[in-house]
């Protein structure tokens, strides 16, 4: 047992012993691999270092470049600041005009329009000009043509007119003369009528034949008296129609009534009124 126990522990020191070496070694290993780790990550941070000092030299100098810039910017701003208020009012000036421009613009294209729509309203215009120049060329041909004829007719219908007036005032003097002298008859043949019953003391039965005789005889009379009054209404009604459609013509073809040179007188019945109608359509005066 002694011996035993001897060998297990010379064996458990060996392998003790042992693995102490192992560990000795593997210690050395990692110590040695833990320094060059260090060592590449000292050198590998010292890089970063040194380029991160060299960095933030170069920051140093961009920044001091940007604060120099800025200022310089700032410097710039200002000034054009002050020079964008100095020219507000010139721009804004400037775009009240350039607006006004535009405007007038718009109107120069509208009026462009217009005159281009003028110029052709104008053409149509000159041709039409040009055509009532011409018709008014025929009109006052014809209107001279017309002239002359109204003259013409002028002077016949004057000349018609005094002829009827004078035959008209003729006929009726002699239709009125024998109208008086015929009631004058009348009158003076029942004055002696009269004075000859009163004269003859015939008796009743004869006094009555003879009166009815004088009677057949004064309404025969009357008759004719009354034809001859129709007769000389008719022919102052046709005098008067006649004096009417004279002065319508007159009027119609633009003569006033103070030119004739006479004043066309109407004829009127004494003692009847004459109507509105034709002159064939006169009434028997009463």
């Given amino acids: 047992m002694k011996m035993l126990r001897d060998e297990l522990d010379l064996r458990r020191k060996t392998e003790i012993h042992e693995v102490e070496e192992r560990k000795n070694g593997q210690i050395n ?28 030299n170069s920051l140093k100098e961009q920044m001091e470049d940007m604060r120099k810039k800025e200022d310089h910017l700032e410097r710039e701003m200002a000034e054009v600041s002050v020079q964008n208020k100095r020219l507000t009012d010139p721009l804004q000036k400037a775009r009240d005009e350039m607006s006004e421009m535009q405007k007038q613009l718009g109107n120069y294209e509208r009026d462009k329009q217009i005159l281009v729509c003028t110029k052709a309203r104008l053409k ?5 000009l040009k055509d009532l120049q011409w018709e008014h060329e025929v009109l006052e041909q014809r209107f001279f043509k017309v002239q002359q004829e109204r003259d013409e007719l002028y002077r016949k219908f004057t000349s018609a007119i005094q002829e009827v007036q004078q035959k008209t005032g003729f006929k009726n003097l002699v239709l009125e003369r024998k109208l008086q002298a015929l009631s004058a008859a009348v009158e003076k043949r029942e004055v002696q009528f009269n004075e000859v019953l009163a004269a003859s003391n015939l008796d009743p039965s004869a006094l009555t034949l003879v009166s009815r005789k004088l009677e057949d005889v004064l309404e025969s009379k009357n008759s004719t008296i009354k034809d001859l009054q129709y007769e000389l209404a008719r022919v102052c009604k046709a005098h008067n129609d006649l004096l009417r459609t004279y ?13 004739v040179g006479f004043k066309p007188l109407e004829t009127a019945v004494i003692g009847q009124t004459l109507g509105q109608g034709p002159a064939g359509l006169v009434g028997t005066p009463t």
């Fill in 29 to 56: 290993t990692l110590m040695r691999r833990h320094e060059e780790a260090f060592t590449d990550i000292k050198n590998y941070y010292n890089d970063i270092t040194l380029n991160n000092l060299a960095l933030i």
């Fill in 124 to 128: 149509v215009t000159e041709k039409e």
């Fill in 247 to 259: 002065e319508a013509k007159l009027l119609a073809f633009g003569i006033p009534l103070d030119n």
